[in-house]
């Protein structure tokens, strides 16, 4: 049961966990603030692209349609029912954990955070927060039905995990400057 919960979680949100991870990979660019400003800070800073945006948002679309297309035996082999993506469900998760981890990058310069400065929560869940939250509003239906309150606790408390590690192994492979 507790193993059910945990794969059908991280099966409904991979969508919104490998945008970031491909907007890295894909990096650089023209940055999404034009070098602006709000007072001595910058907007956003040089690590959010306009590029590595629209390369997260399509990988995490197309590997929800990829899950849908191995979805029927995947659930065979685990023995675990799993969710089926709806187009605003995919578009929602995607795009919404780019506009997430966006979102935190505008707070942390609004605290003085230098660009790859830890905020701890807010590092871990700024995604997840924007993924959801646009994809309830992209895909009402397919959202109650797909993000049960169990699922969404097993996510809020998975992701971190599975968010430091991520990072740890990126930063290990030299795609990041920091292993958080």
């Known amino acids: 049961m507790v193993i059910s919960h945990l794969v059908s979680a991280v099966w409904s949100m991979l969508p919104a966990y490998v945008p970031n991870n491909a907007a890295v990979l894909s990096g650089g660019g023209d940055p999404i603030d034009g070098g602006r400003t709000l007072g001595e800070r910058r907007l956003l800073g040089d690590g959010k692209t306009w590029r590595g945006t629209a390369v997260g948002s399509a990988v995490g679309v197309l590997l929800a349609v990829l899950l849908n297309l191995v979805r029927g035996r995947v659930e065979t082999r685990l023995g675990v029912s799993l969710p089926k993506f709806s187009l605003g469900g995919a578009v929602g998760l995607s795009v919404g954990a780019m506009l997430g981890d966006i979102a935190a990058s505008f707070l942390k310069r609004r605290t003085g955070r230098e660009r ?35 699922r969404i606790v097993v996510v809020v408390v998975v992701t971190p995990v599975l968010h430091l590690v991520t990072n740890a192994i990126a930063y290990l492979l030299g795609l990041k400057d920091e292993p958080y």
Do not use: M, N
């Open 116 to 150: 790859g400065a830890s905020f701890p929560l807010l590092d871990q869940l700024d995604f997840v927060v924007g993924a959801l939250g646009l994809a309830k509003l992209l895909a009402p239906t397919w959202f109650a039905r797909t993000f049960t309150p169990v």
